[in-house]
């Protein structure tokens, strides 16, 4: 029982056959991006605690077996100087002790500040997560999953998942509508009850954009970049485009030095200097400068996104378009019948309704989003033919559910 679970977890990181409340910018961010940066921890992390990320040469003669693995480990641990072979003052004291402000050890720290990286990005999504089961009104997650099954099945079975989806979808709507007509004070200016779940999601939006702009700050901060290094992925592309290697910008050094203290017998302490050879770098190098650009794009695709679904969600005018295109597919409205459709997003669809419909649409595809609409037209038609409204006179080409039968399919 419980491997299957985790099988079922595994699932949910499969990026081309993902299904859930969310776009294909937050798959790359929640998905794609948190897999890419556990990879490259991984990577990381087999290099400097399992094989070699450094290799150190003394060049005065040190007696003992395992002299040089400790030298190896205690300028691992101690950190390194990025400092060129052919410079002078090797035996200066104070010109080391000025180096000592340059010594880097943030190697060390970077499989866990990728791993914490990829975290940072999860977290909202865990919270959303968190929102969409049972938090909002109805299962959202429910919602989309049985949309993917009926995309899948076909004639009685698939119209019965349909139906059941829409049911839902209305029952949630209304009661949302009685909300925010019982709604007093300043709630009853705002139309809460009607965003409630776009206002989540937007906020999730910003939240992701946010922690995506973190990354540029914990990159800079983990590896000291200042000055004009500060947007380090442009300047270390333009130094490699330019022939400007780690010898002349110290970014990310091959080779750096290290003082290692030996206490002889019967002398004071002696300090050798030893040559360190920085492999782990190589690989910190192409791993960092791939984030820097990663996060730069899927930045911009978040905050795209962000306007696109303001745009779809809060903008009545497209709707209402959104709506008679489906439609006019669907066939689920008569000929020059843009009123009733306006009426159709004004008195049920609104702002969360019309959410939910995108999100079928971009998870399950236009056909079932299509028939969605017709589905949730002919359930609202009903609704007000038992109310005896007009708007029931208007309805032609969509078959009208009877009220138990609607009652039924709602909970099937």
């Given at each position: 029982m419980v491997f299957k679970e985790f099988l079922d977890y595994l699932n949910k990181f499969n990026f081309i056959h993902a299904c859930g409340v969310y776009d294909i910018f937050d798959r790359c961010v929640y998905i794609l991006t948190f897999t890419l940066l556990l990879v490259c921890s991984a990577t990381v992390t087999i290099k400097s605690y399992v094989l070699e990320p450094m290799t150190c040469y003394a060049p005065s003669t040190i007696s003992g077996s395992n002299v040089?693995?400790?030298?190896?480990?205690?300028?691992?641990?101690?950190?390194?100087?990025?400092?060129?072979?052919?410079?002078?003052?090797?035996?200066?004291?104070?010109?080391?002790?000025?180096?000592?402000?340059?010594?880097i050890n943030y190697y060390q720290w970077v499989p866990f500040v990728l791993g914490l990286q990829a975290a940072l990005l999860y977290i909202p999504y865990v919270f959303w997560e968190c929102l969409i089961y049972n938090r909002l009104g109805t299962n959202l997650q429910f919602l989309i999953d049985l949309a993917r099954k009926a995309s899948l099945d076909f004639g009685e079975s698939r119209q019965r998942k349909i139906s059941q989806?829409?049911?839902?979808?209305?029952?949630?709507?209304?009661?949302?509508?009685?909300?925010?007509?019982?709604?007093?004070?300043?709630?009853?200016?705002f139309p809460i009850y009607k965003m409630e779940i776009v206002f989540h999601y937007l906020l999730l939006k910003v939240i992701s954009i946010v922690m995506i702009c973190s990354q540029f700050v914990i990159m800079e901060k983990l590896l000291?970049?200042?000055?004009?290094?500060?947007?380090?992925?442009?300047?270390?592309?333009?130094?490699?485009?330019?022939?400007?290697?780690?010898?002349?910008?110290?970014?990310?050094?091959?080779?750096?030095f290290c003082r290692v203290p030996f206490k002889m017998q019967n002398t004071n302490v002696v300090n050798i200097t030893t040559q360190c050879s920085l492999s782990i770098n190589l690989i910190n190098e192409k791993i960092f400068l791939f984030l820097w650009w990663w996060f730069s794009l899927i930045a911009s695709l978040q905050i795209i996104s962000l306007f696109i679904w303001?745009?779809?969600?809060?903008?009545?005018?497209?709707?209402?378009?959104?709506?008679?295109?489906?439609?006019?597919?669907?066939?689920?409205?008569?000929?020059?019948?843009?009123?009733?459709i306006k009426q159709f997003d004004r008195n049920l669809?609104?702002?969360?309704?019309?959410?939910?419909?995108?999100?079928?649409?971009?998870?399950?595809?236009?056909?079932?989003?299509?028939?969605?609409?017709?589905?949730?037209?002919?359930?609202h038609a009903t609704s007000l033919a038992n109310r005896g409204d007009d708007l029931s006179d208007s309805i032609s080409h969509s078959s009208v559910y009877k009220a138990k039968d609607i009652e039924t399919t709602m909970f099937i």
């Open positions: 040089l693995p400790y030298i190896n480990n205690y300028c691992w641990i101690v950190g390194t100087i990025p400092k060129a072979v052919h410079e002078h003052n090797s035996d200066d004291e104070e010109y080391w002790k000025w180096l000592e402000s340059r010594k989806m829409a049911g839902s979808i209305f029952i949630l709507l209304t009661t949302r509508k009685k909300k925010s007509e019982k709604a007093i004070g300043l709630l009853s200016k000291n970049m200042n000055g004009k290094h500060k947007l380090f992925g442009i300047t270390v592309l333009q130094d490699l485009l330019n022939g400007r290697y780690w010898d002349v910008t110290n970014l990310f050094p091959r080779m750096a303001v745009a779809r969600c809060l903008s009545s005018d497209r709707r209402v378009r959104f709506i008679n295109h489906s439609a006019q597919i669907s066939r689920s409205f008569p000929s020059h019948s843009e009123h009733l669809i609104s702002i969360d309704g019309i959410f939910l419909i995108h999100m079928t649409r971009i998870n399950c595809g236009d056909l079932i989003c299509n028939e969605l609409i017709h589905k949730l037209y002919e359930i």
